[in-house]
């Protein structure tokens, strides 16, 4: 899959002046090279399902992390952060009616009407964003030789593409969210 000669061969074009006086050669970003898209094999696919079976990704991965550490279960995720988001959301908008003179039965009925809609929401952004990102790693692993790690995903020139646009992404609402009221600030 790799040609070595090939890149000895570039190696050395790399070194072969001094680019600047006193500089011996110039280091260039090496990426992982990248062939054709492939089907994994069956040790893979078991290592992908037990991947999206996973409450959570890996909390703190290094750059030795094998790639299926880093899936989860988006239906798992979902639950982790759905619950405590409508816990907070139905005790706010309880206590938001309550404060605001509305009797308790009102308030109650409006805190779980605050709990299913923050949560629900919370609930389905998760999943969605968890869901994309198995994707894109299922996908990575397909171009990508057997055994690939969190290093050698991170190498891949279209996920470093994607993270230097990461603030125009639709995965980053926040960041939308920012940019939209900074340009309504300007105007």
Same mark, same amino acid.
């Given at each position: 899959?790799?040609?070595?000669?090939?890149?000895?061969?570039?190696?050395?074009?790399?070194?072969?002046?001094?680019?600047?006086?006193?500089?011996?050669?110039?280091?260039?970003?090496?990426?992982?090279?990248?062939?054709?898209?492939?089907?994994?094999?069956?040790?893979?696919?078991?290592?992908?399902?037990?991947?999206?079976?996973?409450?959570?990704?890996?909390?703190?991965?290094?750059?030795?992390?094998? *790639?299926?550490?880093?899936?989860?279960?988006?239906?798992?995720?979902?639950?982790?952060?759905?619950?405590?988001?409508?816990?907070?959301?139905?005790?706010?908008? *309880?206590?938001?009616?309550?404060?605001?003179?509305?009797?308790?039965?009102?308030?109650?009925?409006?805190?779980?009407?605050?709990?299913?809609?923050?949560?629900?929401?919370?609930?389905?952004?998760?999943?969605?964003?968890?869901?994309?990102?198995?994707?894109?790693?299922?996908?990575?692993?397909?171009?990508?030789?057997?055994?690939?790690?969190?290093?050698?995903?991170?190498?891949?020139?279209?996920?470093? *593409?994607?993270?230097?646009?990461?603030?125009?992404?639709?995965?980053?609402?926040?960041?939308?969210?920012?940019?939209?009221?900074?340009?309504?600030?300007?105007?």
């Amino acid at each position: 899959m790799f040609d070595v000669e090939l890149m000895k061969k570039a190696q050395e074009a790399v070194g072969a002046g001094a680019p600047y006086p006193g500089v011996g050669q110039l280091a260039v970003q090496s990426f992982m090279p990248t062939g054709g898209r492939r089907e994994l094999s069956q040790p893979e696919r078991d290592l992908v399902d037990k991947g999206k079976s996973r409450w959570m990704p890996r909390i703190f991965p290094s750059y030795a992390t094998p *790639a299926h550490e880093l899936m989860a279960s988006p239906l798992k995720q979902s639950l982790l952060w759905g619950l405590p988001a409508a816990t907070l959301g139905g005790l706010a908008t *309880a206590g938001y009616a309550s404060q605001a003179g509305l009797g308790n039965p009102v308030a109650g009925g409006l805190g779980a009407l605050g709990a299913l809609g923050i949560g629900g929401l919370t609930a389905l952004i998760t999943a969605k964003m968890q869901n994309a990102s198995n994707e894109d790693v299922e996908e990575l692993m397909r171009r990508l030789p057997p055994g690939a790690t969190r290093r050698d995903l991170m190498s891949d020139p279209v996920y470093q *593409a994607d993270m230097n646009r990461g603030f125009q992404s639709p995965r980053n609402p926040s960041a939308e969210l920012a940019m939209a009221l900074g340009r309504t600030a300007a105007e």
